[in-house]
């Protein structure tokens, strides 16, 4: 009798162990998910912030293409061979002033303006690859919407544009800059 209660509470020590080793193991998934459940969002906004941080200074970039050639033409381009050529070919007027015209010793003397023609390119994008400004990062060559037009203010009209993300990292933030329905050269992110 004395073996048989020694092989029972053995059995049941056994079932002991086991069942402790099976929670253990329930313990350390659930804690796991749980880890995981927290950081998941903590990398996926790391990750927005280094993605969106490229997309941004490209669509500056843009602006800046875009409002030269507006300088230049009197209008924003809504095709990328037009703009990516006029940044690679166009030139500036930039009007050198020699002479303080808030001196009145200059003016009395003689205020001259020299213009002079200057590349974009060189003006803007010194260093920097023309060609990659429709692709947006980190998408693996896909493009900016791009679109160019006018709109009414009153009896004005107005040229516009706007340069939108189309592969947004994050659907509920798409990243745009300038707007086909208002005179705003602004970003979203501003």
């Not at 924003?76 to 050529?85: A, R, Y």
């Not at 009153?154 to 994050?170: C, H, L, R, S, Y």
Request: negative net charge.
């Amino acid at each position: 009798m004395l073996i048989l209660q020694a092989a029972e509470r053995y059995s049941y020590m056994k079932t002991l162990n086991i069942l402790k080793i099976a929670l253990f193991l329930v313990i350390m998934v659930l804690a796991y998910f749980l880890v995981e459940t927290i950081s998941e969002p903590i990398r996926f906004e790391k990750e927005k912030a280094v993605r969106y941080a490229q997309v941004i200074e490209r669509l500056k970039m843009i602006r800046t293409a875009q409002i030269a050639h507006r300088d230049v033409t009197g209008k924003f381009s809504g095709d990328w061979n037009e703009l990516i050529d006029f940044v690679k070919n166009g030139e500036l007027q930039v009007v050198k002033v020699i002479g303080n015209p808030d001196d009145s010793l200059d003016v009395i003397a003689g205020i001259t303006y020299d213009t002079l023609m200057v590349s974009v390119a060189d003006s803007f994008f010194r260093n920097y690859a023309i060609d990659s400004l429709p692709y947006i990062p980190f998408t693996d060559g896909k493009q900016f919407s791009l679109q160019a037009g006018q709109v009414s203010k009153g009896n004005i009209k107005v040229n516009v544009f706007q340069v939108e993300d189309t592969a947004p990292f994050d659907p509920r933030k798409v990243l745009r800059v300038g707007s086909m329905s208002d005179a705003n050269l602004s970003g979203n992110w501003e």
